[in-house]
């Protein structure tokens, strides 16, 4: 009689992360959604989100992410969780915490609602508000986290780590345990999207790193048992490659606003995949047959170190996102690995001292991308 | 038989007041996509093997152990439930998912 962790390398997907809709009232400079966000009118309708939770379902979905923007935006979130629960999907609700009152926590709950993520950017109100670009955030959070735990559901909190947050790992943990949380992501930035447009800014430096990890490790004896704390390590910095998404089209989905489908919420990136949609396939096609799925699945599409290489299946080659983003080649090995050719891409960013003088953020809103040439943020090779 | 304390220092809970439940953010579920029972967390999946499901399944605050025990004697005869089980029930309380 022994419990142990699902596979990595299911045939079927466990988990559908469903981004309802990439609208978000928050403005966070480090957001990996695309640089072009989808518009309103794009989003999939309720009907169509009931369906695709109900394919999910039957193609092995057990879990769902339910995410944007901010999901709160959507007026039938309520239904969508019915939705899933109805097909027997666990949802988890990952939120901003704007919009969120008594009333629409209580409909949330009826519908099935399993369990919530609160999104955090600092620990000091004025810091969070500034990161978030929206005043008075942090005060929702504060609300949003004390209805959230009236109501009984597990709460986490999530911070996505950088510069401006880092040296704040202390008190963001102290937060966490006033605001009674069940588990804090601690998630060092990955950079992609509106992330990457921002890197300059949000780079952190090595000492900064190394004193959250002690941080990071001192609390995390204090608090077992209590509150589960997740680091997420940041790879521009470790010469390691992440196993990104647990391979390609391993273990979970993406479900983009307007249905694209995605192995990865940020492949969207990447200029060639012809990623399918829910709009004109079944979900089991996309999963099994799509060219978009099976293009970086297994390790038959790997070359250089990563061919070769005794960590192939464990690190499955990094991030293709990451790959394309920083060589301009989503095959390439990711550069973040210490055996990549490409690994000087990121030590070139990691072992220049501290940045004086960060550019101001480019702050995530609809059409904020400044033109090519016009600015210093680095955009992603090929674009 | 008492349950045997899975970690270093820790009093096992499988004495005779405990009536085991799920906690309030863990679901049971059939697989049948997979054939398997699962337990579903906020952030993880636990696949529970061979008849670990329909032990949990018996944890719904009205049984004690022994009741559990009891219940699956019943079912299994012959089966080493009453050594298995209670160290099964410490364990999944340790992690937090019974209370």
């Known amino acids: 009689m022994t419990t142990h962790q699902a596979p990595v390398n299911g045939a079927r997907p466990w988990a559908l992360l469903a981004e309802l809709t990439h609208a978000c009232p928050l403005h966070c400079p480090y957001c990996s959604n695309p640089l072009e966000l989808a518009r309103r009118s794009t989003e999939l309708s309720t009907g ?118 880092l040296d704040a790992v202390d008190d963001l943990i102290e937060l966490g345990e006033a605001w009674g949380v069940d588990r804090i992501e601690l998630a060092n930035t990955q950079f992609y999207g509106w992330g990457l447009l921002n890197r300059a800014a949000l780079l952190p430096t090595r000492d900064q790193l190394a004193r959250a990890r002690e941080t990071v490790e001192r609390r995390r004896e204090r608090l077992a048992g209590r509150i ?20 390609w089209g391993a273990v979970s989905l993406t479900v983009a606003p307007d249905g694209t489908v995605l192995p990865c919420p940020a492949a969207a990136s990447l200029p060639d995949l012809d990623a399918p949609n829910v709009r004109d396939r079944p979900l089991d096609w996309i999963w099994e047959h799509s060219p978009a799925f099976n293009r970086f699945r297994g390790t038959g599409w790997m070359s250089g ?79 | 038989m008492a349950g045997q304390p899975s970690g270093a220092g820790v009093t096992p809970v499988s004495g005779s007041q405990w009536r085991p439940a799920l906690a309030p953010a863990l679901m049971l579920r059939h697989d049948s996509v997979r054939g398997t029972d699962l337990l579903v967390l906020p952030e993880r999946v636990v696949v529970l093997e061979g008849h670990a499901g329909q032990v949990v399944g018996l944890c719904d605050g009205t049984r004690t152990v022994r009741g559990i025990v009891d219940e699956l004697a019943g079912r299994f005869p012959g089966a080493p439930v009453a050594t298995e089980v209670p160290s099964f029930l410490d364990r999944l309380h340790q992690e937090g998912w019974l209370k």
């Open chain 1, 228 to 247: 589960d704390l997740v680091w997420v390590v940041p790879d521009y910095f470790d010469g390691v490659a992440k196993p990104c998404m647990g391979g």
């Open chain 1, 48 to 165: 169509q989100w009931t369906d695709v939770l109900r394919q999910a379902a039957a193609l092995g979905v057990v879990h769902t992410h339910l995410s944007g923007g901010e999901p709160l935006l959507r007026p039938d979130l309520e239904r969508i969780v019915a939705a899933a629960e109805a097909a027997g999907i666990y949802t988890q609700l990952v939120t901003s915490g704007t919009g969120l009152d008594e009333a629409r926590l209580g409909a949330l709950c009826a519908a099935g609602l399993r369990s919530v993520q609160l999104s955090v950017q600092h620990a000091d109100a004025k810091a969070n508000d500034r990161i978030a670009g929206r005043p008075s955030s942090f005060a929702a959070k504060e609300r949003a986290a004390a209805l959230v735990r009236r109501a009984g559901l597990p709460l986490g909190l999530n911070v996505v780590l950088h510069r401006d947050n």
């Open chain 1, 305 to 383: 170190p990563c061919g070769g290489c005794p960590r192939r299946e464990e690190d499955f080659g990094g991030c293709r996102c990451q790959a394309y983003a920083l060589t301009g080649d989503a095959a390439r090995t990711d550069p973040a690995c210490a055996l990549s050719p490409d690994h000087h891409l990121i030590r070139s960013l990691t072992d220049t001292g501290p940045v004086q003088e960060p550019p101001p953020y480019v702050y995530r809103r609809p059409g904020a991308v400044p033109e090519p040439g016009h600015g210093g943020s680095p955009e992603p090779a090929g674009r």
